[in-house]
């Protein structure tokens, strides 16, 4: 879900309202509360980092803008929630998606020192965006 702060920052932007907003790092969480577009936060954010942004598509209805990270971890985490922000810590929140319980890990597996999860949140004119991990390599 595009967060009212988000849509704010888009049409300031496209109509040289106000000065461009980037929206370079995306985090992920193990809150469970309900989407809104007035949240500025994850419920319980775990980790931030700095994301890379791609345009997968400009063809409707598969235009679409992908934001995405890779996670480093020394344990297989639990995901809840995904968004992406305007700062390493604090800042804007452009958006926030539930992505349901997704463990990552394999069971009793153990992982070695450091692991890899990756994380993208699409967005879309035709929607509000879908945010997924995609396992990990281990």
Not at 19 to 38: C, K, M, N, Q, R
Not at 87 to 99: E, F, N, Q, Y
Request: cysteine-free.
């Amino acid at each position: 879900m595009i967060t009212t702060a988000g849509y704010t920052a888009f049409l300031n932007s496209l109509g040289a309202l106000a000065a461009h907003t980037l929206f370079p790092y995306i985090a992920y969480g193990t809150g469970t509360g309900a989407e809104s577009v007035d949240s500025t936060t994850l419920g319980t954010e775990v980790a931030r980092i700095e994301a890379t942004a791609e345009i997968i598509s400009v063809y409707a209805p598969f235009d679409t803008l992908r934001i995405s990270g890779a996670f480093g971890i020394t344990t297989p985490p639990v995901v809840t929630e995904i968004g992406v922000f305007s700062a390493s810590s604090g800042g804007t929140m452009w958006a926030r998606k539930l992505v349901g319980a997704t463990e990552t890990g394999y069971g009793s597996f153990t992982p070695p020192t450091t692991s890899t999860m990756y994380a993208h949140y699409d967005f879309s004119m035709k929607d509000d965006g879908v945010a997924t991990t995609s396992g990990s390599t281990w």
